[in-house]
């Protein structure tokens, strides 16, 4: 089968989309299917999670990035945002907070969220288990002064002062 758009080379990208009930399938070859903006994962390289985290970064455009040139680099281990998309690693610790702002696009994408809601060890978690309530009544206390529920927001205040002496 050949491409659809040039008919000069065979089809490798068969896509099918289902719009209003209706499946359309298209067959490209990769230079159209690149023209077109599609994301094509080669699987022809050595297939790692560093390369397949890679090619989501150099896929999708980095919101808030300037130009190569003029972009940070990590301090500590001088890793780039050129270097980020071609590993798909960073080099350190301090890199989050460098590509801090390059990065959360691409993690919430990918993970949906920005913030962990995995599961917490029961052994070693106690402290995390503890933070992440106190976060929450935080958030309930905000709330209930909002809606001027100052009695309500009260009780969240004492809860908040118990958890962070039983923090301590």
Known sequence: ??????????????????????????????????????????????????????????????????SLTSAPSCPNCGMTPAGLRDTGKLG??????????ELEPTLRRIHGNNEHLGKIPSRSGGKVLLNKKITQLKNQLQEAVAKEEYEKAAEIRDAIKEMEAELE
């Open 1 to 66: 089968m050949y491409c659809e758009e040039c008919n000069n080379k065979p089809a490798t990208v068969h896509l099918a989309q289902v719009f209003n009930g209706k499946k359309i399938e298209s067959h490209l070859c990769e230079s159209c299917a690149a023209k077109k903006g599609m994301f094509i994962l080669d699987l022809s390289k050595q297939f790692s999670i560093p390369n397949l985290l890679g090619s989501i970064f150099g896929a999708f455009p980095m919101q808030g990035m300037q």
């Open 92 to 101: 350190c610790s301090q890199c989050y907070q460098v590509f801090d702002q």
